[in-house]
């Protein structure tokens, strides 16, 4: 089930990217578009040869790098008149909190391979230009014991100076970055972003006021924050925990009630449940489990994100997937373009999140959102800079307004 979106104006410029994420896009995002795989061209044809609106605004480059539990995350873009264009971009599975669960420690060889794609990471910033950018690291920097002992080793190698970000900074920069979508007769929302290491969740709430026109940055969303939580269980996590290869019935099901006693805490709390239960809410999930189960529901022979970001599931598709999942082997699993052998261990225990989420929660619309972190830490540089409204200035006495 596609929908249209008013997106983030995604237009790419140069296709880079080292596609060492098996299963997922080599990272050369373009316009979300209308949910049928045609990108949306939403610059002028100035814009996209990135020559500014009327060929003589200079657009600096910005860059935003997340660096998770599982991935190591880039895009390098520049502002466009309704959002920004991505010129090149990255993404790798790291498994920087491998083992990180039973030991506490980030262990060597995990260490080496993240700077390895760091490093990658730091010559495309340089080769690109970027004149700003905001370089994060996430819960398994932020958990493990050797955490800051690592940062300093990829500052001497690299040159990349990370900041560890808070839990609640995280869950307000999924928010930006994945707006654009949210529904906008929807009067509830609840976000959720799971990760490797930990999984965010934010309960938005805009009451019965007329929304405003969507920023083209996606920008403002958060000032509808009411309630967020991190909980301390992500892909990577659970899966060590319970098992990521050999999972059954039985496994699976007590993954989903592990997650849903953390859940029950939450809503006890803030009994958002018949918030979410009304005909205009909707869940927004923005994570690898999310676009996995939509890739594997649309029937992608390769993962596509112009067909997955803004469709719709309903609770039955998410199912219908997921028991698929789990009458699988590891080496059918590993078969599935949408996977691929680097996420065929961690796959089912995303899905065991999700699931206990649905339960929790049995709101019938959930939109997908292959965009997040990198897109919302892009959108808040560029509005600090004002880069928008100099724009729309420009335009404005060019004549080039529309």
Known sequence: MAGSDQALGWDVQRSSGDNREAGRPCETPVGAGDGHGNPASTDSPAERAGNGAAGSVSSPVYAALDLGTNNCRLLVAKPSRRGFQVVDAFSRIIRLGEGLSATGRLS???????????????????????????????????????????????????????????????AKLAVTGCASLIDGEASTVLVFDIGGGSSELIWLDFGDEPRRRPHPLGLGAERAIRAWTSLPVGVVTLSEQFGGREVDRGVYEAMVAYVGEMLERFEAVHQIGDRLCSGTAHLLGTSGTVTTVAGIYLALPAYDRRKVDGCWLENAQVREVSDRLIAMSYDERVAQPCIGRDRADLVLAGCAILEAMLRMWPCERLRVADRGLREGMLATMMAEDGMHRRRRRFEAMSGDGR
């Open 108 to 170: 060597e060889v995990a260490m080496d391979r993240t700077i390895d794609a760091l490093q990658v990471c730091a010559d495309k910033l340089k080769r690109r230009g970027v004149e700003r950018s905001r370089l994060i690291a996430t819960e398994a920097c932020r958990a493990a014991a050797n955490g800051a002992e690592f940062l300093d080793r990829v500052k001497d190698r690299t040159g990349l100076a990370l900041e560890v970000v808070s839990r609640e900074t995280e």
